[in-house]
């Protein structure tokens, strides 16, 4: 696939519809996206990929290489915040630092669903581990975000409600809807195969595109929303926001050609550990670490890292991985 | 009067509610009301309903109840907003139909 050919499928439905709503919030439209649909659509999303991955690993099997991509993965999704925080560090307090730490090293799912319906419209296959994938980094990174926090910010030893806290935490962590639902759709698919698949097509295949379409749209009217932050971040942050994902990505590469994964894997791969949570990372760290400032560390993730990676991170991503495998 | 009571209004993050409203049970009251996806702005800076991560809203909780329950309640509340921010009202109120 030439670069013609890339550019005309990134342009191509879904991905518009992220800078129309952009560009009504930036219009002043009074667009809006009633949130009660934004989380319908953003669980049938998860249902839809996690059984799509699902039917995938069926097939596949649990290969050495599959074991292979879930141990890196979480390996990335726990060392990832760490250097992070080391670099967040410079600049930021404790608080700050671990939590937007823990965004960079947690995965953004509509980033990844989007990567993956370029690979589906250039009719290149890539592995249901990467679901299984996708759901063992979201939240590694948080516990790591908190121990961090923990371990190097002053606060009262005695304070019990800390114990509380661990055990809420480590709950919505790991039990936080999405996951249930990401989890859940894959052990359905692995369990119902190709039979499952024809059923459930006219669901989570024939409208998939026509929902991420949608969905694309309120987050372009969330991330525009979310803009005027960037003024306030400061250069040191959107450099951050805009060099932390070439970075994890020029990792993603590296290590998916250590793993020998093919076109598809490779960039599956390469776009979880580039991308950052903007959706169950802050959640978690509004309670895990409530001197954090949610100004801060949802705008990077967002605003600027988010919409990067859609525009130019995505096609970047594709266009090298394309070439080393050409 | 029998007929005063007083009225708690706490307005806090979505993502606390789980924990405001074990926090409320506990103390025996015998209902409450809520209200989901509340938007507003305060000192910790604009909720405006948006976003999925529930990061972005604020839930209402409001507590019919007498004086000595009040303080039960204002007490349970009082950590959670004290750590994490929010909003707690206690105001006096008169039962006008009450079934």
Redesign the interface.
């Known amino acids: 696939m030439n670069v013609d050919q890339l550019l005309h499928n990134f342009f191509a439905p879904p991905v518009p519809f992220f800078f129309i709503g952009l560009l009504a919030v930036l219009a002043k439209s009074d667009l809006e996206i009633p949130s009660q649909i934004s989380k319908f659509i953003s669980l049938y999303l998860l249902m839809a990929i996690g059984f799509k991955g699902g039917v995938e690993l069926h097939e596949s099997g649990i290969t050495g290489q599959v074991i292979a991509v879930m141990l890196v993965s979480i390996v990335m999704a726990i060392v990832i915040p760490l250097y992070c925080f080391a670099i967040l560090r410079r600049k930021l307090d404790v608080p700050n630092a671990a939590a937007l730490a823990a965004s960079f090293g947690s995965v953004s799912a509509v980033t990844f669903i989007t990567a993956s319906n370029i690979l589906d419209s250039a009719g290149i296959k890539f592995g249901g581990e990467m679901m299984a994938a996708m759901a063992l980094m979201e939240s590694p990174s948080i516990i790591i975000g908190v121990i961090l926090y923990r371990k190097l910010s002053k606060h009262d030893e005695n304070d019990k409600s800390h114990h509380m806290d661990m055990k809420e935490l480590m709950r919505e962590s790991f039990l936080n809807g999405s996951i249930v639902v990401l989890i859940g759709s894959l052990l359905v698919g692995l369990v119902s195969n190709e039979h499952g698949m024809k059923i459930m097509q006219p669901f989570t295949g024939d409208i998939f595109k026509g929902m991420l379409s949608f969905f694309l749209l309120d987050m372009g009217v969330v991330a525009g929303r979310r803009i005027g932050a960037i003024k306030e971040a400061g250069f040191f942050l959107v450099g951050f926001g805009i060099l932390m994902p070439l970075i994890n990505a020029g990792l993603g590469i590296l290590i998916s050609l250590l793993l020998n994964l093919d076109q598809g894997n490779a960039f599956m791969l390469t776009v979880l550990f580039a991308s950052a949570s903007y959706i169950a990372v802050p959640a978690a760290m509004r309670i895990a670490i409530p001197d954090a400032n949610p100004g801060i560390y949802v705008p990077v993730a967002l605003a600027i890292t988010f919409p990067f990676n859609i525009i130019a991170g995505l096609p970047l991503y594709y266009w090298i991985i394309q070439t080393i495998h050409a | 009067m029998e007929n005063d009571i007083k009225k708690i209004e706490v307005i806090t993050?979505s993502?606390?509610q789980r924990?405001l409203i074990q926090a409320v049970d506990a103390t025996g009251v015998s209902g409450y009301t809520i209200i989901k996806?509340v938007a507003g702005k305060g000192l910790?800076?604009a909720k405006?309903?948006?976003?999925?991560?529930?990061?972005?809203?604020n839930f209402y909780l409001m507590v019919i109840c007498d004086e000595i329950e009040t303080k039960k309640v204002v007490e349970a509340v009082r950590?959670i907003i004290s750590?994490?921010?929010g909003i707690c009202l206690v105001s006096d109120a008169h039962w006008v139909i009450h079934n």
Do not use: T
Request: aromatic share 10%.
């Open positions: 993050d993502v606390l924990r996806d910790k800076g405006d309903g948006h976003g999925i991560s529930g990061g972005f809203k950590p750590k994490y921010g």
